[in-house]
């Protein structure tokens, strides 16, 4: 079945360090995007891609980056790790003739 | 799994009873908007969606309406169960015209056995 999976399932990093979280999926989806929850924020929009090269800021992209290589997967990179960013991570996928996101199991990141 | 959000409104219902969460969206131009379930230390599901030249749409025991005079939307539980426990999110898409989604903060759903 296709799906959309996140490693790792939990990290724990110190400030400073570069960290990258990976996202993969196997629907073919065009549409990839990487949010970021916290309590009381719901859901914000870190980065996004609508294809291979392609990727866009969303509402909260200071100090994460993204690259899109090939279709199944949009990497986030924390350049430099701060303690502002221990968060929960959701990456989703989207097909572009469909509004609907499925998401994956998301990376609890907490910054030391 | 880790909590989603300690200070979220919370509805608190029997089971057997039946559910409705309440959204408000914020700007009356979007015309798509999504329903989303998430469980404790999981993603969010897709529940059930609504375009905006429809004001009801009906899935497996849950209904969504749209109500576009006051920008609202609601979701409807029939006969709820202790396995829809979880927080709720509506989403709008953008108004730019893109493929993005707007979340709102979500309500908690607690079933009382």
């Known amino acids: 079945d296709a799906e959309i999976t996140q490693s790792p399932r939990h990290k724990i990093t110190e400030t400073g360090r570069q960290v990258t979280l990976a996202c993969h999926q196997t629907?073919?989806?065009?549409?990839m995007f990487w949010y970021r929850q916290d309590l009381g924020h719901g859901l914000r929009l870190i980065h996004y891609?609508?294809?291979?090269?392609?990727?866009n800021k969303g509402e909260v992209s200071d100090g994460y980056s993204v690259s899109r290589s090939n279709t199944e997967d949009l990497p986030l990179t924390l350049e430099s790790a701060a303690s502002s960013q221990t968060s929960v991570y959701f990456c989703?996928?989207?097909?572009?003739?469909?509004?609907?996101?499925?998401f994956g199991p998301g990376t609890r990141l907490t910054v030391t | 799994g880790e909590s989603v959000g300690l200070h979220l409104p919370t509805l608190s219902v029997q089971e057997g009873d039946n559910s409705i969460i309440n959204c408000a969206y914020s700007?009356?131009?979007?015309?798509?908007f999504i329903w989303y379930k998430q469980e404790s230390g999981k993603g969010p599901q897709f529940i059930i969606d609504?375009?905006?030249?429809?004001d009801k749409r009906q899935g497996q025991r849950v209904t969504v309406l749209l109500n576009k005079t006051v920008k609202h939307l609601s979701l409807q539980i029939a006969a709820t169960q202790p396995g829809d426990s979880a927080v709720y999110f509506c989403?709008?898409?953008?108004?730019?015209?893109?493929?993005?989604?707007?979340f709102g903060s979500g309500t908690r759903l607690l079933v009382r056995p």
């Open positions: 989703a996928s989207s097909d572009p003739g469909l509004d609907e996101q499925y």
């Open positions: 700007n009356s131009a979007s015309d798509y």
């Open positions: 609504i375009r905006s030249n429809m």
């Open positions: 629907w073919n989806h065009n549409n």
């Open positions: 891609s609508y294809g291979v090269h392609d990727t």
């Open positions: 989403a709008e898409n953008s108004q730019d015209s893109s493929y993005k989604l707007i």
